[in-house]
């Protein structure tokens, strides 16, 4: 968990974590990207590395995004935590995902968050209460999810704040060690009444 939620200054950065991979989604990213009315000097990053880079590449050239968008291509663990002290909103606009470390990362540092809802990640993010949610493969709900975001520095806040809340509530480090040891004080008691070799 970062200390407090933080407000980096300038124009607003969007950043993208992961493999660029078909389940990922970066190709609908970049055309989400592409319909947004962005504020001046908006930047997306798009930070990892996969089979997609060419197209990646591609895509970026044929919608003239050059001037916007970064790839910054595998970024190790420190380089990624920088990122995200750095970024104003965190997207991840998958297919299929379980529940992406990205994002808790994200909303451990008060990140407002866009992403989809699939997988574990509505047990995440709360639409409207600690970021947003779009439809899988959406383009036109993500643009305009992730433009809303990007012109509303008092929603960024607001999101960022019930994120990192959330985070610090429920996926903090003391408070997860404090229910499993309850649990695990829990169940043996049970699992010391069973034979030697005897399944719970």
């Known amino acids: 968990m970062a200390p407090a939620p933080h407000r980096p200054d300038g124009p607003p ?20 990207w592409a319909q947004i009315d962005r504020p001046p000097g908006a930047r997306l990053l798009l ?17 003239g995004l050059a001037g916007s968008v970064d790839l910054l291509g595998w970024v190790d663990a420190a380089r990624s935590a920088r990122l995200l002290e750095e970024a104003d909103v965190l997207v991840l606009p998958s297919f299929f995902e379980g529940q992406p470390l990205a994002l808790i990362e994200g909303m451990a540092r008060g990140v407002a968050l866009v ?4 997988g574990g990640i509505p047990d995440l993010i709360e639409d ?73």
Do not use: C, M
């Open 128 to 200: 409207g209460v600690s970021g947003r949610l779009v439809p899988p493969g959406d383009d036109a709900a993500l643009a305009a999810a992730l433009g809303a975001v990007l012109r509303d520095g008092e929603l960024r806040t607001r999101l960022g704040n019930a994120a990192y809340e959330r985070a610090r509530q429920d996926f903090n480090i003391e408070h997860t060690w404090r229910r499993l040891d309850a649990l695990y004080r829990e169940i043996a008691p049970q699992s010391a009444r069973l034979a030697p070799g005897e399944a719970l």
């Open 47 to 63: 930070a990892g590395d996969g089979p997609l880079r060419p197209a990646v590449e591609a895509l970026v050239n044929e919608l």
């Open 115 to 118: 992403s989809t809802a699939v």
């Open 13 to 32: 950065r969007v950043l993208f974590l992961g493999l660029l991979i078909e389940r990922k989604n970066p190709l609908g990213l970049l055309r989400a």
